[in-house]
Structure formats: C-alpha cells, structure tokens
C-alpha cells in the first residue's frame, strides 16, 4: 500500500514529479532518492519522473531505470516513469520493462506516455520527429492493452506481462488538445493534462475525453511554491538550443496558468482543491522545484507540503469528490 492507500494515479492522489538538481550525476542521482524518500514520509501518494535527452535541464534520459532506484528507495509511496517519451523506443521492449518492474513492486507501478516534442530526443535515436503523433497515437492503444496483459503475439508469451491481466499497470497519455483527447479515452488509456493548459482548457477536455468514453484516471499537471519564491535568475533568455532545454524549468510569471503560489498553506491547498474541481480532474501531480532554489529548498518545499498542505488538500478533497480523508 502506498502512504495514504492509493495505487498510480488514483481517483484523489497527490503525487510529486521530480527533477533532477544541477549537479554530478552521482550526486544528483543521490539526492533524487533523498527527495523520494522525503516525499514519501512527508505523505505524497507517488513519484514520477519525465524523460529527455541531451543534457535537458533536470530531465533523466532512463525513467524506467529510474523509477525502479526509486521504488527500491521507498517503502510504500508509488512510482511511474510519467511521461515517457513512447515513439523513442521499441514499443514490445519497453512494456516488457515495465511489466517486469510491475512484479518486482506489484500494485505500485504506472506509466505514462508522451509523444515528445524536442527534436534532438529524437535526433539521438534516429527517430523520426515528423510522424511523433502519428506514431505515439498508433501505439497508444496496444501499449494499454498489453498492461493489462490483453498482448498478443512474442508479447503475449512474456510471463510478467501475462501477469497484468490480473494486475493491471496503470496508463495515462499526455493531453494537450482535443484530438489527444479522445484519442487516448479511444486507447482505454487515462489523461495526463499538459501544465500550460488552464483549468477552463482542463475542463473541455475532461469533457471530451469523457464524451468518447474515457473512463481512466484524469491527472492535473501544476507547479507551485509555498511562500517567498526564489529570486528571479535574470533576464529570459532568447529562445535558443539551450533556452529550449531548459524551457520546463524556466522562471514561471505570476499570471501563468499552471504555476500555484500562495503565502500560507491553508491558501495554497484551497488552490490546489479548486484547481482539481474547476479543471475536472481526479488527481494531481505537483512541482516543486524552481530556477534559482537550491537542493535543500526543494527538500523543504517537499517537506512543508508534506506537514502543511497536504492534510487540508486532502479534507477538501475528499469533501469536493466524496472521497474517504
């Protein structure tokens, strides 16, 4: 069982994506696990982690490897490699990973998938950037049915994808537009809404997905920072090489739909709960690391949520979704 009870993605979780601190890679690694293990005693639900290549600003190039240092790290807390980049890599290989992580740490395994956007992810690998969606939307639909161990064919042989049927992974694909949308409710696979989506983008579609049927976990991206924020690393770069790969973790304005920010935790948990409701969503993935913080505020960013907003997020979820606190 995870902290507080829930499996991947769960209808009122709240999970914590992690990057990577700007240091050596074996220091980095290092404090990526203290941070897990923080998060998990600090009650977050889950941890993922996202996928990029080339020196990507706080990106693992290895989720799936990642994810399994973290749940050997961690006691109960889940984790997913979330989003993986699904067009990079041969798609039996990889459900094959997973399938067998998922029996290494059963019930606390997901997944999630993405069709990637930079171009040098996919320059590294000889990947085709043209026909990203068209790949990613093909595959979408059988990488779900093989977590629940509906594979067919070599795949289906495999014993711990054999096993999902029984014990199914979770699957959440990354949504930015309406054709995502109902593409993966199509898949059977749960959304994975972009952070720059609003909560009134969030919610249409939530309704769409749920128009074509999509049934599966709704999962809202947002970062946040509780109290005085870090001082402004100067002047936005130009977009460039390097402005593009550290884009994700670039200093977020004020008026930036999918930064949350408040003084107080009683504020910054009523945000996060009217985030969820106005978004139509069933569960939240949060991010707490900034431009300009250092590893230890990342860890007291973790820890304050953990002892502060966490328990009154909680409450004002389960009153906005009926669910058990």
Avoid at 76 to 84: F, G, S
Avoid at 150 to 160: V, Y
Avoid at 175 to 203: E, N, Y
Wanted: charged residues 25%.
């Amino acid at each position: 069982m995870t902290p507080s009870g829930f499996r991947p993605f769960a209808v009122a979780s709240v999970s914590l994506g992690l990057y990577l601190e700007d240091l050596d890679p074996p220091a980095a690694l290092e404090e990526l696990l203290l941070q897990a293990k923080i998060a998990e005693d600090s009650g977050f639900d889950g941890i993922t982690l996202s996928e990029h290549h080339g020196a990507f600003e706080g990106y693992l190039p290895t989720p799936v490897l990642g994810t399994s240092w973290i749940l050997e790290h961690v006691d109960k807390a889940w984790a997913a490699p979330c989003p993986l980049i699904l067009p990079l890599r041969p798609l039996n290989l990889m459900l094959e990973e997973i399938g067998w992580l998922a029996s290494r740490h059963p019930g606390r395994v997901g997944v999630g998938l993405a069709p990637g956007f930079a171009a040098d992810d996919f320059l590294l690998v000889h990947a085709s950037h043209e026909t990203r969606r068209a790949d990613f939307y093909r595959n979408l639909g059988p990488a779900v049915q093989a977590l629940r161990g509906a594979a067919t064919g070599p795949l289906g042989d495999d014993p711990a994808v054999k096993r999902c049927a029984a014990h199914p992974v979770p699957v959440v694909g990354a949504v930015a537009g309406p054709v995502a949308a109902a593409k993966a409710a199509k898949a059977g696979a749960g959304m994975l809404i972009a952070t720059f989506r609003s909560p009134d983008q969030a919610r249409e579609l939530s309704a769409i997905y749920r128009d074509k049927g999509g049934t599966g976990p709704r999962v809202l991206v947002r970062r946040c920072w509780l109290g005085e924020r870090p001082a402004r690393p100067g002047a936005e770069p130009a977009p460039s090489r390097e402005g593009r790969r550290s884009a994700p973790r670039a200093w977020e304005n004020g008026d930036r739909t999918d930064m949350v920010t408040a003084a107080s935790a009683d504020e910054m948990a009523q945000r996060l709960c009217d985030r969820l409701t106005e978004s139509d969503v069933t569960a939240l993935n949060i991010r707490l690391q900034l431009p300009g913080s250092t590893p230890r505020a990342t860890r007291e960013q973790i820890e304050r949520f953990g002892a502060e907003v966490l328990p009154g997020l909680r409450r004002l979820i389960g009153k906005a979704t009926h669910q058990p606190t």
